[in-house]
Structures are given as structure tokens and as C-alpha cells.
């Protein structure tokens, strides 16, 4: 179960590496294509009208690939004051549960999104190059994002039922907390490069005012 639950964890990882690529793919996308407009549309009196429409359709992918990641990375807010009370396996325990409450709701909302695109499909995009079916950009996306926190909300109910039997440790805690004691380091870092250059600054004032009081005299 061990070996199971690790290449699990290994192929959300992946997963959500894609997700994380496809999503600065879209941000750039709206970065570029709105600048590209604000040039055509006050330098040259142009505007390409399909760049509002592919924005808006390139932020709705970003934002439910956004919410798949942060379900990976945990990164949703959760509210502890109950459930930090607790001894570590009722801990486990209802975590588990509230991760399957979780999962059993984006399944739902799955197949409701697998149902309505056939009806979306009907309609086709407005102003884009390419005539293409507007689900690709609604219930499709939508789909995507919540089959992505299903598939991670069932590792983590086997993950957490496996911590509260075995004690094993939960491998997208273990990440997150590394993330959390790597985000502090280099702000460690940075803080203590940051004293270092006001400590060279203070020191090389006087310098400055004694080189400034010789020139005068």
C-alpha cells in the first residue's frame, strides 16, 4: 500500500507540473494578446476584436487549473481550530472524512459537467479566428478542474486513513511543508543580504563625510 500511495503521489505530482505549465501558458497568453491590443487599438486605431473573448476564455482555464493545484499543494483554506485539538489518528480520521465530502462533491459536479456538453457544443464562439464549440471553454474546463480534485481528494482520503492505521506520514503534507521551510529560508536569505547592504551602506557614510571634509578644507 506504501509503494501505491508513493507513484500515486508521484503521478499528481506530474499532473500538477502540467497544470502549473498550462497555467502561466494562459496567463501569458492574456498578457500578450491584451498588450498586442492596447497597441493595435491606440496606436493604429485597429483593435482586434477577438482578444477580449480569448482573454476571458484563457482565465477560466486558469482559474480552475489554479484550483487543481492548490488542491494538490494544499492550499485552500482550511480551518483548524477543531481539528488541532485532537490526538494525531482522530486527526487523520476527520480529515479523511472531510476529504471525501470534498471528493464525493467534485464528482458530482464532474458528471453534471460531462452532461452538459453535449448541450454547450450547440453554440460556437463569437469573435475568435477558429469556429469552435464554447464548451471547450465551460463545462470542459470545468470537467477538468474537478476530475483533477477527485483524483487528488482520493489520495488523500487513502493517504489519511493510512496515516491514522500505520502512522505513515501523508507525502502532500511532507511537500508542503518543505515548500513552507524552503519559502522561509529565502526569506532568511533575503533578509540577511538585505542587513548586509544597509550595514555596508551605514559603514561607508562616515567614509564619505570625511572625504567630503577634506575636499572642503
Known sequence: ??????????????????????????????????????????????????????????????????????????????????VSRLSERPQALWRALTWALATGCCVIIAVQAWDIMEVESRSRTMSLPLDLPRHLFYSTPLFVCTFSIALTGLYLVSAELMRAATGRPVDADSARRERERAAQQQDAEAEAIAERIAARGRSGEPAVQAQGGEGAR
Request: hydrophobic fraction near 55%; include cysteine; proline fraction near 1%.
Open 1 to 82: 500500500m506504501d509503494v501505491l500511495l508513493a507513484r500515486w503521489w508521484r503521478l499528481l505530482e506530474l499532473i500538477g507540473r502540467l497544470e502549473k505549465l498550462l497555467g502561466v501558458l494562459l496567463l501569458s497568453t492574456i498578457v500578450v494578446s491584451i498588450t498586442v491590443q492596447v497597441v493595435t487599438r491606440y496606436l493604429f486605431g485597429q483593435p482586434l476584436v477577438w482578444v477580449e473573448e480569448l482573454a476571458g476564455y484563457c482565465f477560466l482555464w486558469g482559474v480552475f487549473l489554479g484550483a487543481a493545484v492548490g488542491m494538490k499543494e494544499l492550499r485552500h483554506i482550511r480551518i483548524d481550530t477543531f
